[in-house]
């Protein structure tokens, strides 16, 4: 299986050069380079308050960096905004889920296909042919991603209503339900217990493979990450400090020296 | 009665299910033969689609070589494709051999070998990757067809064979050669054999039980002549099809009566799929029916007051006089109805909705003995639920309940064709159009089921009735004498401990001992859910399972079963002396119950040695540590200091203590 990855990884998707974030005098991110390849997981660790949340954030738009370079699919932008980086076929997941708790789990990824909506307010409200054959479709896309997902039983179960693992998945079900080019996962397998996280590493396997989406991934959990990504980035106190196969990285005795303290 | 009507004229009426497959397409084509719900709709498939598709199928399974009389093994949860597998596999006069899709690759491996399987029809990833393992030694297996290809898209090809490609190299065959499949459905005869089932074993090796046309197909007519049986029933698969009350129902009778099968989404959206349905027509096993007890009865507890009290006394009602309306019992008053009416609309018909049961014309339980209060409960809210007694053996009909004449302690009369007598010892032995052809490969075991004057051994104890019905109380093998030599039948104490909500299961101890033992497993919904109300904090199982709080509720049920034995003059000897609490729950995966969820008494006893030891000891308390399998085949430890509680006995001949 590994072999075949190998030829399917394509060409530099997004390639983030010299970025740097401050807050006032706060320095997240401090001359941050580097690259996501088409069809590939990449995973981005480091220890608390590295600044992997501000590099997501970044990536989508959400915080303009104010030195450095954002190229997405050969296209370049010193500023990113979240509306054109969802267009441009970002999506995302959260790390404190940003759920809508009342609505149901039908629902609140049927919200995922809100930017692919063509017909407008009144033709939808009216039910107008167009609008109820337009609903046909997304729906039918959203129930490819809940038998995906294999949370048929909750279909029409408030999401407030589930346990945290299954929210888990419904929020990565909104982000695909985008079908997005690019997803970002921001600790997705957080407070999980281990069973949890096995399904969770499936899901987000057979996303890549299924779909071959791009995938990158905020996590806490090293185990976890080098099973399932192709490349790790590691920062550290807004620094990159590695790069490369999760191998690779192990063996870096910077990062070693991050995660387990400099006696070790 | 449906016995007087008069039946159809049986020289028209096919004699194999391939052929009755192509009857079906001719009679009612445009009737609905399967629905299935995919992506959250039913999708249906026609007789006449179900008919055109099996044909292609066959095509594509001769394309593959399979020959008459060879083995093909179906695994996976109940969808449609892989009962049209078993169809197009018959048609080819190939026999089906369903294996339990839940079973690890180890278990598989013997069947596979056993039955020398070359094609294997499998659901998903899961199962390809088990069937993949096990081929290392399974030289034989050549092609293994998956019918979902998710996960599968990186793996290399080998033997692996998608269903849709296989459909493709059916039309291929088809056309090249047009009359094959008819030729091989002409070839079949009834007396071959139709489909071969494993049983479960409850000791030593699973064996392969070969069924006939003709057997399966007779048992089934006579279901449905005497239940009035017709077209318009709807059925829900959930059971796995590995076993032969599913088979039965979901296949056999399907092809026979032509009625409709329903597919599940998921094993999980199993209660709102029923709920869709509402099945016409329905089976479960006792532990199934207890699932759905225990889920209302925590739904009840945690409702408010005054609907509680409405529950309680409409329950109470309905244990009063319930059965009796059902069974159209004249003796039951006016106002009794009125009320018993009355509790219909407040709570009886919102219950049978609520548990998908509104529409149930006939529901059959069966598979182990089922608790009386459990059966009572169902038939109070107007479920017409039954007993019937069978086996795999048996093509499962042997004995039904009639309706109106319907007991807890017994499995009804004999159905037609079939006859019974008891042998001296107690075991019910039987003669039946519906009986097996033989074990596959293993003619010592087949000759060993039969008496020297061709009866057949069932290996149960029981007795018939004074008004003909039949009454179970034990395997006769494990229906033993204390010390003292009165009778000890341990699955009536365990069936007894288990209709408490609280209690998973239970294995009794007692032959040839003073006293009677047990061990308990409680049922960690029930109970975790109990420990919550009362604030209990709890890390698991077998954190929960060793609080002194849950001995204490446990002592209470063990208690209350003795006070019920101490009433019996033959069981009171049967006490339960002392009990503990397992730390571990008895699972299949470590053998210690079979994939039907029977325990295997005997291999308990023997890995549990120290435990049972120690109770009839007398200890306080006893250290033991167990090996786990996990599903994916890992091993772990589990280790505890189990404390071992001794109960209340009562005196002999009293009468319920309060």
């Given at each position: 299986m590994q072999d075949n990855r190998e030829t399917r990884i394509g060409d530099v998707i997004l390639d983030m050069k010299n970025i740097s974030l401050a807050f006032g005098g706060v320095k997240a991110l401090t001359d941050i380079s580097f690259d996501v390849r088409e069809h590939e997981i990449r995973a981005i660790i480091g220890p608390n308050g590295a600044g992997k949340s501000s590099m997501l954030n970044v990536i989508n738009g959400v915080y303009t960096p104010q030195q450095g370079e954002i190229a997405l699919a050969g296209v370049k932008f010193s500023k990113m905004n979240s509306r054109r980086a969802a267009e441009m076929g970002i999506a995302r997941t959260f790390q404190n889920l940003a759920l809508f708790?009342?609505?149901?789990v039908l629902d609140n990824i049927m919200t995922g296909r809100n930017l692919r909506m063509r017909s407008g307010i009144l033709a939808q409200a009216f039910r107008l042919g167009s609008a109820e054959r337009e609903e046909i479709a997304h729906r039918e896309f959203v129930e490819n991603i809940i038998d995906f997902l294999e949370i048929q039983a909750y279909r029409k179960t408030p999401v407030g209503r589930l346990p945290y693992g299954l929210q888990k998945r419904v929020d990565l079900g909104r982000a695909l339900a985008m079908e997005p080019r690019m997803l970002l996962l921001d600790e997705?397998?957080?407070?999980?217990?281990i069973e949890e996280k096995q399904d969770m590493s499936r899901f987000i396997l057979d996303v890549n493979d299924e779909y071959g989406t791009t995938i990158v991934l905020i996590e806490h959990d090293m185990g976890v990450v080098m099973d399932i990504s192709d490349r790790v980035v590691v920062l550290d106190y807004g620094k990159k400090i590695g790069d490369g196969t999760p191998d690779a990285v192990r063996s870096n005795p910077d990062v070693i020296q991050a995660y387990l303290g400099a006696s070790h | 009665m449906a016995r007087d009507l008069p039946t159809q004229s049986i020289s028209t009426q096919p004699e194999t299910f391939p052929a009755w497959v192509q009857h079906h397409a001719r009679v009612r084509g445009a009737r609905p033969a399967m629905r299935e719900k995919d992506l959250g709709i039913w999708q249906t498939i026609t007789w006449a689609e179900l008919a055109r598709d099996v044909r292609v199928l066959a095509h594509g399974l001769a394309a593959l070589g399979v020959q008459p009389g060879e083995h093909v093994a179906i695994v996976g949860e109940n969808r449609p494709r892989l009962y049209l597998s078993m169809m197009a596999a018959q048609s080819l006069g190939a026999i089906p051999v369903p294996l339990y899709?839940?079973?690890v690759a180890q278990e598989m491996l013997y069947v596979l070998q056993d039955a020398q399987v070359r094609v294997a029809v499998v659901e998903d990833q899961e199962q390809v990757d088990k069937m993949l393992e096990a081929s290392a030694h399974c030289p034989d297996l050549a092609y293994v067809v998956y019918d979902d290809p998710r996960g599968l898209r990186n793996y290399p090809p080998g033997k692996l064979l998608a269903f849709d490609a296989l459909m493709d190299q059916g039309r291929e065959h088809a056309a090249a050669h047009p009359d094959f499949v008819d030729r091989a459905m002409a070839a079949i005869g009834p007396h071959d054999a139709a489909a071969m089932f494993y049983t479960s074993?409850?000791?030593g090796k699973p064996k392969g039980v070969m069924l006939t046309h003709h057997a399966l197909i007779d048992r089934a007519l006579a279901i449905q002549e005497l239940e009035n049986l017709t077209d318009r029933e709807d059925v829900l698969a959930y059971l796995p099809p590995a076993w032969i009350g599913q088979n039965m129902f979901s296949y056999t009778q399907f092809l026979v009566t032509g009625f409709t099968v329903n597919h599940p989404e998921s094993p999980n959206t199993v209660a709102i799929d029923m709920h869709d349905i509402g099945p016409t027509y329905y089976f479960a096993p006792p532990r199934v029916l207890e699932g759905l007890l225990t889920q209302v009865m925590i739904r009840m507890e945690d409702a408010s007051a005054i609907k509680r009290k409405l529950f309680h006394a409409c329950m109470k009602l309905a244990r009063r006089v319930g059965v009796r309306i059902l069974d159209k019992d004249g003796t039951v008053g006016l106002w009794d109805r009125i009320k018993y009416r009355v509790g219909d609309l407040l709570i009886y018909g919102p219950l049978r909705n609520a548990l998908g049961m509104s529409r149930v014309r006939i529901a059959y339980t069966a598979g182990e003995a089922i608790g009386p209060d459990l059966f009572i409960f169902y038939r109070s809210i107007g479920i017409n639920l039954k007993q019937l007694y069978g086996s795999t053996e048996t093509s499962v009909f042997v004995c039904v309940q009639s309706d109106g004449q319907v007991r807890a302690d017994t499995v009804g009369p004999p159905v037609k064709g079939v006859e019974i007598r008891v042998a001296e010892n107690g075991e019910i032995q039987i003669k039946s159009p519906g009986l097996f052809k033989g074990y596959y490969r293993n003619p010592e075991a087949t000759a060993e089921s039969?008496?020297?004057?061709g009866w057949y051994h069932t290996g149960d104890a029981g007795y018939l009735d004074t008004d003909g019905q039949l009454k179970i109380i034990d395997r006769a093998k494990d229906v033993g004498k204390l010390a003292d030599g009165s009778l000890f039948a341990p699955k009536y104490i365990e069936n007894k401990l288990k209709f408490f909500q609280h209690i998973k299961e239970a294995v009794a101890f007692g032959a040839g001992r003073d006293e009677v033992c047990a061990f308990i497993n409680i049922d960690l919904e029930a109970v975790g859910n109990w420990a919550e109300r009362r604030g209990l904090p709890y890390a698991g199982y077998t954190d929960l399972a060793g609080k002194p709080e849950v001995y204490e509720l446990i002592r209470d049920c063990v208690e209350q079963v003795n006070a019920d034995l101490a009433t019996d003059p033959r069981l009171a000897g049967s006490q339960i002396a002392r009990f503990l609490i397992l730390h571990k729950e008895l699972d299949p995966d470590d053998d210690e119950?079979?994939?039907?969820?029977?325990?295997?008494r005997a291999f308990i006893a023997q890995k549990y040695g120290v435990l049972v030891d120690a109770l009839f000891e007398g200890k306080s308390s006893q250290y033991i540590e167990t090996e786990v399998k996990f599903e994916d085949g890992r091993t772990g430890k589990i280790a505890a200091d189990l404390p071992i509680a001794t109960a209340k006995v009562y005196p002999r001949n009293t009468k319920k203590a309060a």
């Open positions: 708790k009342g609505m149901s997705p397998m957080a407070g999980m217990n | 899709q839940d079973a074993g409850t000791t039969y008496t020297a004057d119950l079979t994939r039907t969820r029977k325990v295997r």
